[in-house]
């Protein structure tokens, strides 16, 4: 298996900051990542697959980038409706494996 | 639009068996691959299995041997029969489209499975 690791597991930020976590997978996944945004009691959500393509009606505030092993998730001007727990997954090889989660909190 | 509804699941005693539903409208359950998804109170995401009727299964090494996966074209709705459960199958059991090589993006609400 894959094994996907996030960083960090929690933040707290304000409305309005720059937020930015980080995945890092243990081989070589290309651009097979896809990340996800969980509140609480819901199903998650994908918001970017293939590391930076945004899923059809995600605003724009969030983006990712990257390759290979190493992958960024940035939301810009972060909004009351962001703070939740985001995943990273990677869909290179089966199992589907997902980062550990990094929960965004308000400062 | 995509609807995913799944159904079936409850309290059950170890060792005992359940079968979820997943019910779809929009994609067909047969064109597509599909995975069950689970997460463990407070815990993380697992892919416990992925179908496609074209050829291919997974089944996550937690659950090989006790899970197993169908669909029911008449229908257009997956299950999942799960037997020899634990305590450690305690999860919600989300029915999402994609896996193997596509990202999961449609989710169903999630049906909470306690054994117990």
């Known amino acids: 298996d894959i094994q996907m690791t996030q960083s960090p597991s929690s933040l707290s930020a304000s409305i309005g900051d720059r937020v930015t976590i980080t995945c890092r997978a243990r081989?070589?996944?290309?651009?097979?990542l896809n990340w996800y945004q969980q509140t609480l009691g819901k199903a998650p959500k994908l918001l970017i697959y293939?590391?930076?393509t945004l899923q059809s009606g995600v605003p724009s505030r969030f983006s990712g980038s990257g390759s290979g092993t190493d992958f960024n998730f940035t939301i810009d001007s972060l909004q009351r409706e962001d703070f939740a727990t985001y995943y990273c997954?990677?869909?290179?090889?089966?199992?589907?494996?997902f980062g550990q989660g990094t929960r965004v909190e308000i400062k | 639009d995509v609807q995913l509804v799944e159904s079936g699941g409850g309290l059950v005693q170890p060792g005992g068996s359940l079968r979820l539903s997943c019910a779809a409208s929009?994609?067909?359950?047969?064109?597509?691959?599909m995975s069950w998804v689970r997460q463990a109170p407070g815990e993380g995401l697992e892919t416990v299995s992925i179908?496609?009727?074209?050829?291919?299964?997974f089944f996550a090494d937690s659950v090989k041997g006790r899970f197993t996966m169908s669909r029911d074209e008449s229908t257009n709705t997956l299950y999942l029969q799960m037997n020899s459960l634990r305590a450690a199958d305690t999860a919600v059991y989300y029915c999402?489209?994609?896996?193997?090589?596509?990202?999961?993006?449609?989710w169903g609400q999630g049906t909470q499975v306690v054994v117990s």
């Open positions: 999402a489209r994609g896996g193997r090589e596509e990202p999961f993006d449609y």
């Open positions: 929009g994609i067909s359950v047969g064109d597509n691959y």
């Open positions: 081989l070589s996944i290309a651009s097979s």
């Open positions: 997954q990677q869909s290179y090889s089966s199992p589907n494996t």
């Open positions: 179908f496609y009727s074209g050829g291919y299964e």
């Open positions: 293939a590391a930076s």
